[in-house]
């Protein structure tokens, strides 16, 4: 059997850079990561997370993780809740959809609601709670992303069209709101 090495080089067909294998010219694409979640009420109440993982451990999130394969984003993003909160989700609509390119991210964020009012912290969550808005703890939140979902989905409340939103102008994942730089290694 051979060991595959691979080189960077550019494929006949194409205008980027790509691994190639050097024994059979396999090109190993490299694509972006598909991040599902949801901005997840009950009773007016916004469930947050307290990340027990790296990176931003401590930091407050909505419920959101990496999609699996052979899932629909909608599955994904309930499945995620479930892994982290315990919670029992129904999906609303589709809130926005944030490019962070500087990690190679799509992240399709949605509305949902909670089925149940159980949540509970999963292995990834050191503490699970309800908020009201106004006591959302906005200087905690883990990721940029986060701070854009719940201001969308704030205007959603409050009537704007069911269209999905994106990133504010000009952002793009890389500074806190606060104008701080995401550190590296921090997503």
């Given at each position: 059997m051979i060991d595959p090495s691979f080189s960077?080089?550019?494929?006949d067909d194409d205008n980027l850079p790509r691994?190639?294998?050097?024994?059979?010219?396999?090109?190993?694409?490299?694509?972006?990561?598909?991040?599902?979640?949801?901005?997840?009420?009950?009773?007016?109440?916004?469930?947050?997370?307290?990340?027990?993982?790296?990176?931003r451990r401590g930091f407050w999130t909505i419920p959101a993780g990496y999609m699996e394969?052979?899932?629909?984003?909608?599955?994904?993003?309930?499945?995620?809740?479930?892994?982290?909160?315990?919670?029992?989700?129904?999906?609303?609509?589709?809130?926005?959809?944030?490019?962070v390119p500087r990690i190679s991210q799509v992240?399709?964020?949605?509305?949902?609601?909670?089925?149940?009012?159980?949540?509970?912290p999963g292995p990834e969550s050191l503490e699970?709670?309800?908020f009201e808005p106004a006591a959302i703890p906005y200087g905690e939140l883990a990721f940029p992303s986060v701070h854009w979902a719940?201001?969308?989905?704030?205007?959603?409340e409050a009537g704007a069209p069911p269209v999905p939103f994106s990133n504010p102008p000009?952002?793009?994942?890389?500074?806190?709101?606060?104008?701080?730089p995401i550190a590296d290694g921090e997503v």
């Open positions: 960077l080089r550019t494929p691994r190639i294998c050097d024994h059979c010219d396999y090109v190993a694409y490299e694509n972006p990561k598909i991040v599902v979640g949801s901005v997840v009420r009950h009773e007016g109440r916004i469930l947050l997370c307290r990340r027990a993982i790296e990176p394969l052979n899932e629909t984003p909608e599955d994904g993003a309930r499945r995620e809740a479930m892994e982290e909160a315990e919670a029992d989700l129904g999906i609303e609509r589709l809130l926005a959809v944030y490019s992240q399709l964020i949605y509305r949902a609601k909670l089925k149940t009012a159980h949540v509970a699970v709670q309800l719940l201001a969308h989905d704030a205007e959603a000009g952002e793009s994942g890389s500074r806190m709101p606060d104008g701080q």
